[in-house]
């Protein structure tokens, strides 16, 4: 069974780097050929797709976080990252991470504020 | 910026059927845009419920289907059950970006 566990700080300061791990079992997000994902959701409003990365690490970012945001595959621990670089309020959300758009993970909240 | 547009509210009985649509602000959807569809019920991540316009994942309901109709992407709903009431979201591919829809929140009464 694919199970993804999101995981990271859930408080960072403005202007700082957001920095979150999704952890995979089942799969291999090197050999297995799905794309890893990416999406957040402010409190009460709707899903924004951020980015994805391929087990051959070609990556597509949503044009509007693009010059912010990086997403990488760490094969020697089965997980992929999220890096969003200088954020703001509006980079609070709870951040998902997915297989594709089939199987996501829980989720993790995290709260941009000083 | 490309904005992909569901209605805001619907409301269906229990056992009725409703259709959920979504739109793009370019155009016709077709199954070239690999519509997804999705549910979110409060406090929970979304759960995957279509993908590619017609294919249901293994653990949707076949009550749930989805289809093109009238240049927009559709979900439908038939013998609805109170659980179906959520919020659900459509999801179109531009070409090495995602969009997601606003979401549409079904009320079963």
């Known amino acids: 069974q694919v199970r993804l566990q999101e995981s990271g700080p859930g408080l960072v300061k403005p202007s700082q780097t957001l920095s979150l791990t999704c952890a995979v079992s089942g799969n291999s997000v090197s050999r297995d050929n799905y794309y890893w994902t990416w999406i957040r959701q402010p409190a009460g409003k709707g899903l924004e797709w951020i980015g994805r990365i391929y087990a051959s690490g070609t990556t597509d970012y949503n044009p509007s976080l693009e010059s912010r945001v990086t997403i990488s595959l760490d094969t020697s621990k089965n997980q992929f990252s999220l890096n969003l670089t200088s954020v703001t309020a509006a980079d609070t959300a709870v951040y998902y991470c997915?297989?594709?758009?089939?199987?996501w993970g829980r989720g993790t909240m995290v709260t941009v504020s000083s | 910026q490309t904005v992909v547009t569901q209605e805001p509210s619907l409301t269906v009985s229990p056992g009725g059927t409703v259709t959920l649509t979504c739109a793009s602000s370019t155009g016709a959807v077709t199954s070239g845009y690999y519509p997804n569809w999705f549910q979110q019920k409060p406090g929970q991540a979304p759960r995957a419920l279509i993908y590619?316009?017609?294919y249901n994942h293994p653990w949707t309901p076949a009550r749930f289907s989805g289809s093109l109709l009238g240049g927009k992407a559709a979900l439908t709903l038939s013998g609805v059950q109170p659980e179906d009431e959520a919020v659900y979201y459509c999801?179109?591919?531009?070409?090495?970006?995602?969009?997601f829809g606003g979401g549409t929140k079904l009320t079963v009464l």
């Open positions: 999801l179109l591919y531009y070409g090495g970006a995602w969009v």
């Open positions: 590619s316009t017609t």
């Open positions: 997915a297989r594709e758009f089939g199987i």
